[in-house]
């Protein structure tokens, strides 16, 4: 049997979305930027893909932007705030993703800011009443730059506390949204941020395309010099199949949220009760009562020689998981988000992130093989 769970690294393509991109490429070949007719077709396809996702997010078309990934949108909105809007310390959590890590690092590396992180809980919890007393002190202007749901272990962020505990102290607020984006209704016209950031292939969409919201208060200028393209905000000429798929993924998810979270949370539960009945020893990381992202479990095994490569082993049997970040898979080390929320070092972690396209015959089949390696 072949069971894909690694659906917090990448999904796989909705039959939907690539029936629009394929169209797209095959009748739409001019640049947006060309005034002539097949020029004006491709402009057309992106405006009215920036509208669909604009609606999605209650926001406004000119808060839209197409970037290559959420990494770049991540990297422009950190590096951009301190440039452009006078940014002079930027508030994180240990436990984000490496993208916004390492553009931490180097924006503070290249820029005189400091860079302050605030602590996590067991859970990976950030401690918000910390946040609150740490912004108390305006003599900076500030960013805080959190993501919405953790990649790793699920743990979800109270967007809306964040939100008025930055507007209350007239902070700046960065979301990265990649994992909980149409999965997870955000209605920015009520819950105020300055910047979010997502990506395509984790809604079930295309690689090679994010998108960056940039609310109208806050316009920093481009990062990538060229041709002007997207408004001067971003230059190089625009992938357009890849913002049309974009689009059309989204919308699919949106429509479809309350089938893909129901099919997602029912067989989460579901695998918990197997693993439960087999009585494994299996911890979960994250949250597991509320604030959670439904589609990814972190379990936690103790360690063993055949725990050790858990993911390999798993892989030999057909099953794709992962141990964490994706852009980390290849690492032995446990990662910086296990680390922060100190757990246990004589334990083993690997991830399941479940679709609507798995099944409970798959995740029988899962808590088997994972009971012949524990």
């Known amino acids: ?47 009215d893909a920036r509208k669909r996702v604009a609606e999605h997010l209650q926001a406004s078309t000119g808060e839209i932007f197409f970037t290559s990934s959420a990494t770049e949108s991540n990297n422009m909105i950190i590096h951009c705030s301190v440039r452009d809007l006078g940014v002079k310390r930027i508030i994180s959590s240990p436990t984000e993703h490496p993208c916004v890590l390492n553009s931490l690092k180097s924006a503070e590396s290249m820029f005189d800011i ?24 305006k003599t900076k202007k500030t960013l805080v730059s959190l993501m919405h749901g953790n990649n790793e272990i699920g743990t979800m962020l109270d967007l809306e506390r ?28 009520k819950t105020k941020v300055s910047f979010l950031s997502a990506s395509g292939h984790k809604i079930y969409g295309p690689k090679g395309i994010g998108i960056m919201y940039i609310n109208n208060e806050n316009m920093i200028e481009a990062f990538i010099k060229g041709g002007g393209q997207e408004r001067k905000m971003r230059s190089g000429t625009e992938n357009v199949y890849g913002i049309a798929g974009f689009a059309e993924a989204l919308d699919w998810l949106v429509e479809n949220r309350k ?3 129901d099919k997602v949370e029912g067989l989460r539960q579901y695998f918990k009760s197997k693993v439960a009945e087999q009585g494994l020893d299996i911890h979960f990381n994250g949250n597991q ?7 990814i479990l972190s379990l936690c095994i103790p360690k063993s020689d055949k725990s050790d490569l858990i993911v ?14 994706a852009c980390s898979s290849g690492v032995e080390h446990d990662s910086h988000v296990l680390a922060a929320i100190d757990a246990p070092k004589n334990r083993k972690t690997v991830r399941l992130s479940i679709s609507h396209h798995n099944t409970k015959e798959e995740m029988d089949y899962v808590v088997e093989k994972l009971a012949a390696l524990i």
């Open 1 to 47: 049997m072949k069971v894909y769970l690694d659906n917090a690294a990448t999904t796989p393509m909705q039959p939907e979305v690539l029936e629009t991109m394929t169209r797209v490429m095959k009748d739409t070949h001019g640049n947006p930027s060309s005034i002539h007719q097949a020029g004006r077709k491709a402009r057309t396809i992106i405006e």
């Open 162 to 189: 964040v939100s008025g505990i930055c507007v209350k102290h007239e902070a700046l607020l960065h979301t990265d949204a990649v994992q909980s984006v149409g999965k997870y209704p955000i209605d920015l016209s």
């Open 259 to 261: 089938m893909h979270l």
């Open 312 to 325: 390999f082993n798993l892989d030999i049997h057909g099953i794709c998981a992962s141990a964490g970040s």
């Open 289 to 295: 009562e509320q604030n959670y992202l439904s589609n």
């Open 114 to 137: 400091e860079v302050d992180y605030l602590s996590v809980d067991g859970q990976g919890n950030i401690n918000l009443d910390e946040l609150d007393q740490k912004l108390q002190d």
